[in-house]
């Protein structure tokens, strides 16, 4: 139909034309502002409580990092900070912790932050009427919380945890006012109080969530760099969800700053006014898991060949442009903790080949599918595409045509959240990419150890690769208990070693968390999580 | 009597469709995942056996299934809609707070999409000879082209060309400001209107050639007098008679265009509850849509009565359909 692609083309012409010849920004010179409200726009989705003690999930943190604090923190070398807690003390057995607390701090609502206050928030984690799923899993050993006086509060355990700090130090297990909590969780999920640089004075669901200065804000945050409230008057934090939108709104000065830019999107912010904060998160690195308790991946060669056919690294650079670096540890390049051994991960086609043939997968069928028995060599591949980007999309079908020549035949199924987790409770799969936030190596024992791969009453399980391993339990559960420091550097180091020599996973880059601001300075993330704070920030119009 | 009967007949109709819809997504809903997700934090939530025990007893997951088919039916037939399993808020109170924000989009766009299927239905009926040809199949290409057009694609290119390059409009909804709706309802008007316009069109050059306009020319009518008093109105009746599927249309665009945008509304709470497994804020927004649907449908109706006197007599046969492309 000429006529018809003649129209379009007419009605298009003008706006391509008009986008074509626009002139890029140019580059504003920085004059700090006091006051004003920053407007910070999320892709990730909107909470549906802003208690991050109610279920635990990564939009929340971004959020509650504005008006709740934690215990304790993380900084860029990964060691623990004093945040609310000044000082800890462990008894020889590792079942006493005693924790020092700051006396001069209190909520915004006017309650005294205290040792009562610190029992309050604990038993609230583990409230099963709160459904806390994240901080529960970082307090579910505190069996008693005696509280000694006002300043001291001790923490009974039931078992030896060398990774409470860390666990002490997530947004989700950060204090919230007692008197805030007992308002019940309907109000509690509209306005939690805390004791952070901002307020949360009003949230209208699918638009925004309004946020004060709190002026009496004692700087116990250690990013601070002065000392009383923020210099912002508040923060106007946007839902956007469609990356395109939110650069958009970036570029057009609807807001200040966005999270989950697109690759293109941070490669062009140079030149434009635009700085990029790279901030991946800590724990466990973005990976494959190969599903070893079944077919055909519970044959350690099978899993090697699909491994080392894969050939990922091309695509990491092309399709991330250079934002993302390739990975070979199970956890993040934030953990100080991580072990890599690049040399397991080397892609030879022909030594994948050798091992398949070797495992019994020696014929093909008509479309190169290798065969053994009459069974095609299937890996189904379920991808949640609300967790995974295009871009991570597009590298699982490089790796698809990648495992392909060598005769796996990968399906690549995108579903929604639901439906994916529905596949893994159903063990409906052999490979699958999950992310895990949290902080510090303890993440190991959650996704690796053999208890990881019984179920939860929901059905979820954390160990995909359904690995059970003595050894690497018995590491795990040594790293978790060792209180000396170089006694759980060595357990964890091999720990990862048992992993990446299972072949059961395959690290590809560390969890993506980008930043594009414009029109704002003084923006820090946090060791903990990599959440960012505005207790620093400045608007520069 | 008659208008009674009439009334009747549609609310029989409304209660059925609202009926048909609220199982279809009820057992959608159950068939595809567990509620429970929704209720203890969303998928993956690793909550303990007590946790999952007590959310079961208070949203009676723990009856049969039968049982809770019943109880959500009876919920609706007395607008009882119950509370959001994933946001703990009544679900009446959620959709209240976004119904608004979708209908003044739905109707400026509706309103817009008449305006423009009206200006190119006369622009194709004044223009005659060689140049009335050419406008002719220029506008039937536009809108062609506008019809098939993806909302998602056209708002992307809105976007980037008004609020990125140009720095004209917002491309977001901050809930401040008139000037935020005007990329969103271009984007849900255009495909609309390119749809009307073709089915306006045909049926004013249709009333142009017919008797009854000769005979009025004949009598002296000028052209404009012709236009507004007879042709407009005859040819406004086939696009009268669709208004109300546009409308059903515009509200499932309504998704697309307030992800995009980033506006609050009904099709963006929709959406986010059936990823998140909320039943009942699903059944509740997806039964306030057909309900929407259903009376959008007899306004037309009436509006149809109105504008045709024919019509207040014996029905006659139904209105043909256009047979024209029609996009998503």
Not at chain 1, 82 to 93: C, I, K, Q, V
Request: with cysteine; hydrophobic share 45%.
């Amino acid at each position: 139909m000429p006529s018809r692609a003649l129209a379009a083309a007419a009605l298009l012409a003008p706006l391509v034309l008009l986008a074509s010849c626009a002139a890029p920004d140019a580059g504003e010179d920085a004059v700090t502002e006091t006051g004003g409200t920053l407007v910070y726009a999320t892709g990730d989705a909107e909470p549906t409580c802003l208690d991050p003690h109610v279920g635990g999930n990564y939009p929340q943190a971004l959020l509650s990092t504005q008006y709740l604090e934690p215990l304790f923190g993380r900084d860029a070398e990964g060691t623990i900070r004093p945040w609310l807690a000044t000082d800890w003390e462990t008894s020889e057995d590792g079942l006493t912790w005693d924790l020092t607390l700051r006396d001069d701090i209190s909520f915004t609502d006017g309650t005294p932050f205290d040792a009562e206050a610190v029992k309050a928030n604990i038993e609230h984690l583990q409230d099963p009427n709160t459904a806390s799923s994240t901080g529960y899993l970082a307090v579910e050993q505190i069996d008693e919380i005696e509280v000694v006086d006002p300043a001291h509060v001790r923490l009974h355990l039931s078992t030896p945890k060398s990774a409470l700090l860390e666990a002490l130090s997530q947004p989700w297990t950060a204090m919230e006012s007692p008197a805030g909590i007992e308002r019940g969780q309907d109000e509690n999920c509209q306005a939690p109080i805390g004791t952070g640089p901002f307020v949360v004075d009003e949230w209208v669901p699918q638009q925004r969530v309004e946020l004060s200065r709190n002026d009496d804000y004692v700087a116990t945050n250690p990013e601070a760099d002065h000392d009383g409230a923020a210099h912002l008057d508040g923060i106007e934090w946007r839902f956007i969800p469609d990356a395109a939108t939110r650069q958009a709104a970036l570029a057009s000065g609807e807001v200040d700053v966005i999270d989950n830019p697109l690759p293109s999107d941070i490669v062009s912010a140079e030149g434009q006014g635009i700085t990029h904060i790279d901030a991946p998160r800590p724990a466990s690195s973005n990976r494959i898991e190969l599903n070893s308790a079944q077919a055909p991946f519970d044959d350690i060669r099978v899993r090697e060949a699909f491994v080392r056919a894969a050939d990922p690294n091309p695509g990491i650079e092309s399709l991330f442009l250079g934002t993302a670096e390739r990975s070979y540890s199970p956890l993040s390049s934030m953990e100080p903790l991580a072990y890599a051994d690049p040399a397991l991960f080397e892609t030879d086609a022909d030594a994948a080949a050798a091992l398949l043939d070797e495992a019994g997968w020696s014929e093909r069928d008509d479309d190169g599918t290798r065969l053994k028995d009459g069974e095609r060599l299937t890996v189904r591949f379920p991808v949640s595409t609300d967790q995974s980007t295009a871009a991570e999309q597009s590298l699982f079908e490089q790796i698809q045509e990648n495992a392909a020549s060598v005769g796996f035949d990968v399906v690549l199924d995108p579903v929604d959240l639901s439906t994916w987790y529905g596949a893994l409770g159903a063990h409906e799969y052999e490979a699958v990419s999950a992310p895990y936030t949290t902080v510090g190596p303890d993440v190991l024992r959650i996704l690796y150890h053999s208890s990881g791969t019984v179920p939860a009453p929901s059905g979820y399980f954390a160990n995909h690769a359904m690995l059970q391993l003595p050894e690497l339990d018995e590491a795990l559960d040594a790293a978790a208990s060792a209180l000396d420091p170089d006694e759980r550097a060595e357990r964890y180091t091999e720990a990862q070693r048992i992993v990446l020599e299972s072949y059961a996973v395959l690290p590809l880059y560390d969890q993506q968390n980008h930043f594009l601001v414009k029109g704002a300075t003084g923006i820090a993330t946090l060791g903990t999580v990599a959440t960012p704070t505005f207790v620093n920030a400045q608007l520069t119009d | 009597m008659a208008a009674v009967r009439w009334l009747a007949a549609r609310l029989a109709r409304a209660v059925l469709v609202v009926w048909i819809v609220a199982t279809v997504v009820f057992f959608a809903l159950r068939a595809s995942g567990d509620p429970l997700e929704a209720i203890l934090g969303g998928p993956g939530s690793q909550a303990g056996p007590e946790a999952v025990a007590a959310a079961e007893r208070e949203y009676g997951l723990d009856r049969p299934l039968v049982v809770q088919y019943a109880v959500q039916l009876g919920r609706i037939a007395t607008l009882q809609l119950g509370d959001s399993y994933a946001r703990r808020q009544s679900v009446a109170e959620l959709i209240w707070q976004q119904l608004p924000s979708t209908l003044v989009l739905a109707v400026l766009a509706l309103a817009l999409a008449w305006v423009l299927a009206v200006v190119g239905a006369i622009i194709a009926t004044t223009a005659r000879g060689r140049i009335g040809r050419a406008v002719n199949a220029l506008l039937r290409g536009v809108e062609i082209a506008a019809t098939v057009m993806p909302q998602f694609w056209l708002g992307a290119v809105l976007i980037l060309v008004f609020a990125s390059t140009l720095g004209l409009l917002p491309a977001t909804s901050a809930g401040s400001s008139p000037a935020e709706l005007v990329l969103p309802v271009v984007t849900l008007a255009i495909p609309i209107a390119g749809f009307l316009a073709q089915v306006s069109r045909d049926a004013l050059l249709e009333a142009d050639r017919a008797p009854f306009a000769t005979s009025a020319r004949a009598r002296g009518a000028g052209e404009p007098r012709l236009l507004l008093r007879h042709t407009l109105r005859h040819a406004s009746l086939p696009a009268l008679a669709l208004s109300g599927w546009a409308f059903g249309n515009l509200l499932s665009g309504a998704v697309v265009v307030e992800v995009l945008f980033a506006r609050p509304g009904l099709g963006r709470l929709l959406q986010e509850a059936a990823l998140a497994r909320d039943v009942p804020v699903v059944i509740g927004a997806v039964s306030i849509v057909a309900v929407l649907y259903v009376a959008v449908i007899v306004v037309a109706d009436a509006a149809e009565l109105v504008v045709d006197p024919r019509l207040r007599g014996p029905r006659p046969a139904a209105l043909r359909m256009p047979d024209v492309a029609v996009g998503s």
